[in-house]
């Protein structure tokens, strides 16, 4: 605006300058061409008025002044010239300020002469002798008078512009000024011109409007940006050409990366088969939904069109972490696989010992083993039911579980008393020892965790090996600890132990088991956000360290025992 405003002044000054200049020039020249008439004159009437008293005087001798002299009498022969011998002169009587000398007294006019390119001023004047006087001037000689004016208005012409453009400069400053210096906060205080007042007005309203309306935008940005980013799902959201205009953190995250996407191809991020197709056919046709697998996640992408008033604006793209899910469902299948298996196998073997009972094809003296045998399996049946139903009855919480205070120590006894005789059986010394903790807690629970720790201590034991309880404590923490000299376990499959009907296959054949037993205290561990830790080495023994929050957990001694509350397991 500054330099339109500057370019408006100078060139409007500078063609009034030039308009002004062409004015003066032609002005400048009719008057110079007037006052050379009027010296024509003068110097005819005087030139006249000696010819007049001296009729001889020689003309040749005025030969050094600018004008032309003729003398041409009546009959328009020229007597003499000052610059042409005048016999050598043509006829004159037909020349247009001759014929009207003769005829008026005095006559003057102008003529373009074509051979020499210039005009001619021409006053003619008759003498007391009768015969005319004519003196001429050519134009060229008034221009010549002219060329000086010329050049000191071009010079003057040159000096205004530089002034003008001063002046613009100036003025364009002085102009914008004060526009430059409105407030837009208040804009009604200091405007400059009245003139634009109104429109001053008009700008701040709208300017209101508008930071009015960004600061809407930016809310509800702010808002998309808070409720994506807090999303579990990942959410992409493209532009109609595939470039993202949006991407939450949980996107980036399963696709492992903090680089900025945003106004970047779809493509830079996942240049995946199914990616690649949605990009190529997304005029036409998008998928519905897509499952792959990306960063160890099963990912699950759904695709939609954003249409707006019929228009299509782009594409949102939804990913659902379904690992959790599809691992659910395959250990479903897997528990569903391991439930029948373990039902169907003392199933069969008390079907076929009952057959052959049925079918009296048993021995006599092997009735009573048979008998034994059918009663043994029903046993590990009904243990694997008991078992798969404490451990539906915590996944679900349905069950009601009784809250008490109990000394932790002295179950940790109970339960080496219920296995006394397997701890004989097997020579083993077993002991409990360590801190007395007392438990406001879920006796059942505590009891089943630590009756299948020491079982296991006991059952994958050495002859005469030995089984330790030692309880632990601190100001956060209590520690339940149960180590055995037994056989250990690999490595390999120190995580696999808590796994749902996972028995090391060695043991299987040998050591009765349902494989249930770690996948409860595991699952009753989480019940009170503990934690379990296995410390085994093969060959040597295992360390099982379960440790729980005092928090909620711990009574306080002194409060009697057996004082109880209703409780409710919950899924943790
Ligand atoms: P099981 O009914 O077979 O004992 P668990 O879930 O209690 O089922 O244990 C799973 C597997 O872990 C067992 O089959 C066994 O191979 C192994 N295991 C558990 N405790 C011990 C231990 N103290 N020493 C060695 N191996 C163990």
Known sequence: MRS??????????????????????????????????????????????????????DLRLLDGSSYRITIVSQKGHVIS??????????????????????????????????????????????LSDGNVLRVSVSSSTIFSHLAAA?????????????????????????????????????????????????????????KKQINEQVDEIKKQHNEFFVITNSMKEGLIILNKNGK?????????????????????????????????SF???????????????????????????????????????????????????????????????????????????????????????????????????GQNLLHLIEDLLFLSALDEGKANFQTEVFLLNDLAREVLETLDMQIKEKNITATVRGDDIYINGIYRLFYELLYNLCDNGIKYNKDGGELQVILDQDERHFVIRVSDTGIGIEKEFQERVFERFFRVEKNIATIKGTGL????????????????????FDGEGSVFSVIFPNKNLVAEKGIPSHETAEGTPGDS
């Open 279 to 377: 990009f190529e056919h997304r005029d036409t046709v998008i998928p519905k939904s897509i499952e792959i697998t990306l960063n160890n996640r099963d990912l699950k992408y759904y695709f939609n069109e954003i249409v707006v008033n019929g228009e299509l604006l782009g594409y949102a793209i939804l990913i659902i972490n379904i690992t959790a899910q599809n691992l659910a469902q395959k250990h479903r299948q897997e528990f569903t696989a391991n439930v029948s298996h373990e039902l169907k196998t003392p199933l069969q073997s008390i079907i076929g010992y009952a057959e052959l009972l049925e079918n009296k094809i048993a021995k006599p003296e092997d009735v009573s083993s048979f008998g034994e045998k059918i009663k043994r399996q």
């Open 150 to 206: 010329v050049i000191t208005i071009l010079i003057l012409a040159a000096l205004l512009a530089i002034i003008s453009y001063v002046g613009a400069k100036r003025l364009t400053y002085r102009i914008m000024g004060p526009l430059n210096s409105i407030d837009f906060q208040d804009p009604i205080i200091d405007v400059p011109y009245p003139e634009i007042r109104p429109l001053i007005s008009r700008i701040y309203a709208q």
């Open 81 to 126: 010239d000052n610059r042409t011998d005048a016999s050598m002169m043509q006829y004159h009587g037909d020349r247009e300020e001759i014929v009207n000398a003769l005829k008026y007294g005095r006559f003057k006019t102008y003529r373009y002469s074509n051979t020499l390119d210039s005009r001619h001023l021409y006053y003619a004047i008759v």
């Open 517 to 536: 037993g770690l996948s409860i205290v595991k699952r009753i561990t989480l019940y009170y956000k503990g934690k379990v830790k296995l410390k085994s």
């Open 4 to 57: 339109k405003i500057f370019y408006a002044i100078f060139f409007t000054s500078l063609l009034m300058i030039l308009c002004s200049a062409i004015l003066l020039f032609v002005i400048s020249q009719a008057l110079s061409f007037e006052r050379e008439y009027e010296h024509l004159e003068d110097f005819t009437h005087d030139l006249a008025a000696k010819l007049n008293v001296n009729p001889d005087i």
């Open 244 to 276: 993202i205009i949006s991407i939450n953190k949980s996107a980036l995250k399963f696709y492992a990366t903090k680089e900025e996407f945003i106004g970047r191809s779809l493509l830079s991020l996942d240049r995946s088969e199914h990616m690649r």
